[in-house]
């Protein structure tokens, strides 16, 4: 009996790690940003941002949050999986003064849980506190709201809950909430935040991040001096 149940958990751990995508599958482009690193090197001391699509196409994130050092390190269709993977080589080099990460979007989409979130978000927390200090902040931006994963909206919120409530136990560590500013007076999704996908924003939807994540950045990069 206790072989069988033994079996069944190494057989679903199994199907698990199955059903996770291969990280390996951004080795271009993580190759890409080693390639620009050595050919303009970045000075230790920025405010890095890393994740997935929506962070890659913040196209204007340097002029947005103007007046501060800032390097996005995205990359597109990742997941939470996929930056533990590679956090060796896109965040801890560079030795930032803070950590902004989006993930848990992709994550949800794929079927993991919000359970599955949070532990992830535990994990990298933990990670970054061994290899670059624990006094390094970690800022979680909440998974966004789209009219293409809107039938998800539950299973977000959820996900939104736990990082922040993981955010407000952990020392150097927040959340900054992007959900609830890109929602009508009715609790719907708006809209006009969307390119033609209805999953990645426009300028209007990161007009909504710089208004949300600007003061968090303003906050530690003092404190940082």
Same mark, same amino acid.
């Given at each position: ?10 057989? $679903? ?6 059903? %996770? &995508?291969? &990280?390996?599958?951004?080795?271009e ?14 000075a230790? =001391? ?13 196209? $204007? ?15 597109? =269709?990742?997941?939470?999986?996929? %930056? ?27 079927? *993991? ?10 994990? %990298?927390?933990?990670?970054?506190? @061994?290899?670059?200090g624990?006094?390094?902040?970690v800022?979680?931006?909440?998974? @966004?709201? *789209? ?9 977000y ?15 150097? $560590?927040?959340?900054?909430?992007v ?7 009715? =609790?719907?999704?708006? @809209?006009?935040?969307?390119? =033609? ?10 007009? /909504?991040?710089?208004?949300? /994540?600007? &003061? ?10």
């Amino acid at each position: 009996m206790i072989r069988s149940i033994l079996f069944l958990c190494l057989l $679903t751990a199994g199907l698990t790690a199955q059903e %996770l &995508p291969d &990280p390996t599958r951004f080795e271009e482009a993580i190759e890409n940003f080693e390639a620009a690193d050595a050919e303009d090197p970045v000075a230790p =001391g920025v405010i890095l941002f890393v994740g997935s699509s929506s962070v890659v196409m913040w196209k $204007t994130l340097a002029e947005d949050l103007e007046g501060h050092r800032v390097l996005n390190r995205g990359f597109g =269709g990742s997941n939470f999986n996929d %930056l533990l993977h590679y956090a060796d080589r896109v965040i801890y080099p560079y030795q930032p003064k803070a950590v902004f990460v989006y993930e848990g979007d992709n994550d949800i989409a794929a079927g *993991s849980s919000p359970k599955n979130v949070l532990q992830a978000a535990r994990k %990298l927390r933990k990670m970054i506190a @061994k290899n670059l200090g624990g006094e390094v902040p970690v800022v979680f931006i909440s998974p @966004k709201p *789209s009219v293409a994963r809107w039938d998800l909206k539950e299973a977000y919120e959820a996900a939104n809950d736990r990082l922040a409530s993981f955010a407000e136990s952990k020392d150097h $560590t927040y959340f900054v909430d992007v959900w609830t500013p890109a929602l009508l007076p009715d =609790g719907t999704v708006r @809209k006009d935040i969307f390119v =033609g996908d209805n999953l990645h924003m426009n300028a209007a939807g990161y007009d /909504i991040w710089e208004a949300a /994540i600007g &003061p968090i950045v303003d906050q530690l990069d003092r404190q940082g001096r």
